[in-house]
Structures are given as structure tokens and as C-alpha cells.
């Protein structure tokens, strides 16, 4: 066998979880690995993968139901690849507090170092584009326009750079 073929998947409510995924994807590909990027929810059985990228977009600290679903529902093979995950949630200005744990889901994170997981880093989130309902509305009303996109593309592609190469130096089994 060649190259790992990586399965970088995700649960995005507003979509900006999904176009983090979409830059790690692609990140990877320029590095010559062999990527898809598919919702959680599209995702089969990971047979014809080496690798899995799990992203999730966090709210009150937990991740999206169908990313929960899918590290249940996939735990074995799961625990047999490369595993690496990535939260997204943190908007608004940035908290003076310099313990961020309360962005980590607990009880995902235990998940994932049972299963091996290989890293789990937490990126900025965006507010809302198309704000629904009234609450969203007044949080992004409230909300400097500068911390409404706290995503930091450099920051997330380098993290895509440490899996690719980490990828690209262990030959695939």
C-alpha cells in the first residue's frame, strides 16, 4: 500500500467548522497525501482509510451530537488508525482567563485519548454570518467585528503541516 489516504471529517453548525476541515484537507493534499472531506453524518465505515482528521464545532462544551455519534459509532476502527481531532468554538473577545479548558468537551477528550488520539487542538470559531433568532442576533451585535472570525488560518494549517508530515514519514502499513 502507498500513501495513507486520510478520511478529514467534521460537524459543522454554521459551517465555519466545515471550512476549517476543508483548509486541513487541503493542506494535506499539497503535501501528497490522499484526502476526503465529508460531514460526519456522510461518512459510511472508514475501511479505506489509514487515518481520520475529527473536527467539531463546541458549544457550551460539547461537541455536535453527530460527531459524539460518529466517535461511538466508529470507535474501533477508530482505535486502530491515526487518529487526530480539532474543536472549534471559541468567538468573541478572548478571555483574560489563560485556562482554556473549559473550551474542551471532558467527556469527548477522554474518548479520544482512549482511543489514542494523536493530538486535539482547539481553533477559534465565527460567529454566525446569517444569524438566526434572537439570541444570535445580540451576541453578534455585541460582538466587535474584529473577534466575530477568531479562526487563525496560519495556526490551523501549520497543525495540518505536523499531520501531513507525520503521515508522509511512518510508511503506511
Not at 13 to 27: L, M, N, R, V
Amino acid at each position: 500500500m502507498g500513501m495513507s489516504h486520510v478520511l478529514v471529517t467534521y460537524a459543522s453548525k454554521h459551517g465555519s467548522t466545515g471550512e476549517i476541515a476543508q483548509e486541513i484537507a487541503e493542506t494535506l493534499l499539497e503535501y501528497g497525501v490522499r484526502v476526503d472531506c465529508l460531514a460526519t453524518d456522510a461518512v459510511i465505515d472508514l475501511q479505506a482509510y489509514d487515518a481520520v482528521v475529527l473536527g467539531s464545532a463546541v458549544y457550551m462544551r460539547r461537541w455536535r451530537p453527530e460527531a459524539r455519534r460518529f466517535l461511538r459509532s466508529h470507535r474501533s476502527e477508530l482505535a486502530e488508525r491515526s487518529l487526530w481531532a480539532f474543536s472549534s468554538g471559541p468567538v468573541g473577545e478572548p478571555s483574560e482567563d489563560p485556562d482554556a479548558s473549559w473550551l474542551e468537551p471532558a467527556k469527548v477528550v477522554a474518548t479520544l485519548e482512549r482511543l489514542g488520539a494523536r493530538g486535539h487542538v482547539v481553533f477559534g470559531g465565527r460567529m454566525p454570518a446569517h444569524p438566526h433568532g434572537p439570541a444570535q442576533h445580540a451576541m453578534v451585535a455585541n460582538c466587535p467585528p474584529e473577534f466575530q472570525d477568531r479562526r487563525d488560518w496560519d495556526e490551523i494549517r501549520a497543525w495540518a503541516q505536523e499531520i501531513a508530515l507525520a503521515l508522509v514519514a511512518v510508511p503506511a502499513a
